[in-house]
């Protein structure tokens, strides 16, 4: 058991399971609400450990989304965390947040363009790759992926919000 997001990236190793510590017992009133009435939910992209996952780990919210009856969307991160998600493909990405949520998200948006050389190395120095991607197990799970390009033009390897947004609004 290892305790702090610091911990988690330097321990090393494969996370199986994160919660939170003390659980939190209340959950603003106006997010159940959003939940409720939401056309979509969109979990990520971000720190899948550290970030994504425990944002719906309090116990009301994580009903809420479990029984929600809108699409549950997961954007994958387009790299990979050091200490984190290693050699994680696109398909654990998925597998962790369905293992944790309870729900399996309908709908994955994945990044598939190319990443330029300089960032790619870049990153590389830091330990983070691409998320592998192989379309076969999310086939296999009945699992819509959204595949593309969403990464924003520049030196980082982040998702680019209007060209994220343009594909989520086409599933609305």
């Known amino acids: 058991e290892v305790v702090g997001e610091v911990a988690i990236r330097q321990r090393g190793g494969r996370i199986r399971e994160v919660f939170l510590e003390p659980e939190p017992r209340e959950v603003m009133a106006e997010a159940l609400e959003a939940i409720r009435r939401a056309d979509l939910l969109v979990l990520g992209p971000g720190s899948l450990y550290t970030s994504v996952i425990p944002s719906f780990l309090p116990p009301r919210l994580k009903e809420a989304l479990a029984r929600a009856k809108a699409s549950l969307v997961y954007v994958v991160n387009l790299m990979t965390e050091p200490g984190e998600t290693d ?14 949520l309870g729900r399996r998200p309908e709908i994955v948006v994945v990044h598939t363009a190319p990443i330029p050389e300089e960032v790619l190395e870049r990153y590389a120095e830091e330990g983070r790759h ?18 593309g390009d969403f990464r924003e033009e ?7 919000p209007e060209k994220v947004v343009r594909a989520l609004l086409g599933l609305v």
Do not use: I, N, S
Not at 87 to 100: L, P
Not at 154 to 160: C, E, I, K, S
């Open 87 to 100: 050699g994680y493909t696109a398909y654990e990405h998925y597998k962790a947040v369905a293992f944790h």
């Open 130 to 147: 691409p998320v592998a991607f192989d379309p076969r197990p999310f086939a296999v799970d009945g699992v819509r992926v959204l595949t």
């Open 154 to 160: 520049g030196p980082l390897a982040q998702h680019d």
